[in-house]
């Protein structure tokens, strides 16, 4: 088995106009909505709603995979639907204030507007009315934004735990996984924390032999889904790929061995 290397900090490359294009959006608000309840959804926010497919951020993607599971409301909260095509996205940032005073999460609002299409978020779940679900996107997109310069490049980089903390308003873990036992994480995932786990860009001659049994690529986020035991009393994890596809189901010493950093924070 062939395995690309990913790259875990990158954004491609998307257009974010500098203004917003309002007769376009009221055009894609015609074919676009923020939530949907699909097939199998628990929740018209779910985890599954999230389709990478190779383009945007894996960092993004995955925390925002992590936090659907863990607290939609959280995703829900954060998305005001406009009504004209254009969505209000709430983020946190960290002020230091002044000699330790007036330090805290500040919110920080970012408006962007359909259609999206093209090097996004894949359009998930259709309504009723033919409209497909969007919030993905849009959370990826204003992502873009909020931090500054439109969406990054490859060059420039990006860390789950620094997402998490943006949408989360909360202080990131940030441990090597040979730090936490299975019963550790799994406590974690019972807790209602956003959890994701990557690997690093460069393997040893170990580590890759793991990843090509595995499945697993190079320097790319998965949320982390389960922690179970098996039949034959092997301890195993669950890593779902926001690609879509291509998730990773391996024992939990192995895990350990593979990916190279783990990243959590509370949903509650």
């Not at 993905?136 to 735990?161: H, L, R």
């Not at 949408?167 to 040979?178: K, V």
Request: with cysteine; glycine share 12%; charged share 25%.
């Amino acid at each position: 088995m062939e395995l690309n290397s990913a790259n875990l900090y990158a954004f491609r490359p998307i257009n974010l106009p500098a203004e917003i294009d309002r007769e376009k959006a009221a055009e894609a608000n015609k074919t676009e909505t923020p939530f949907v309840q699909g097939e199998g959804d628990a929740n018209p926010i779910d985890a599954n709603d999230v389709n990478q497919d190779g383009y945007g951020s894996c960092a993004v993607l995955s925390t925002i995979k992590s936090i659907a599971a863990q607290n939609p409301d959280v995703i829900k909260n954060m998305i005001r639907d406009n009504g004209d095509g254009t969505y209000t996205v709430t983020f946190k940032e960290y002020d230091n204030g002044f000699l330790g005073f007036g330090s805290g999460w500040d919110k920080k609002e970012v408006t962007v507007s359909g259609p999206f299409d093209g090097d996004a978020a894949d359009i998930g779940d259709m309504g009723k009315d033919g409209q497909g679900e969007v919030w993905p996107a849009i959370i990826e997109k204003a992502y873009g934004q909020f931090t500054g310069d439109g969406y990054k490049t490859y060059d420039d980089g990006e860390n789950p735990a620094k997402v998490q903390e943006a949408i989360l308003g909360r202080d990131s873990s940030t441990e090597s996984p040979s730090e936490y036992s299975a019963g550790d994480l799994n406590e974690k995932l019972e807790n209602g924390e956003a959890v994701v786990a990557w690997t690093a860009g460069d393997w040893s001659d170990e580590q890759n032999k793991l990843a090509q049994q595995y499945g697993a690529v190079g320097g790319h986020a998965y949320r982390v889904e389960d922690i179970y035991v098996d039949g034959d009393g092997t301890t195993r994890i669950k890593l779902d790929n926001p690609w879509g596809h291509s998730d990773v189901d391996m024992p939990y010493s192995d895990y350990q061995k593979l990916y190279h950093e783990v990243n959590s924070t509370p949903t509650r």
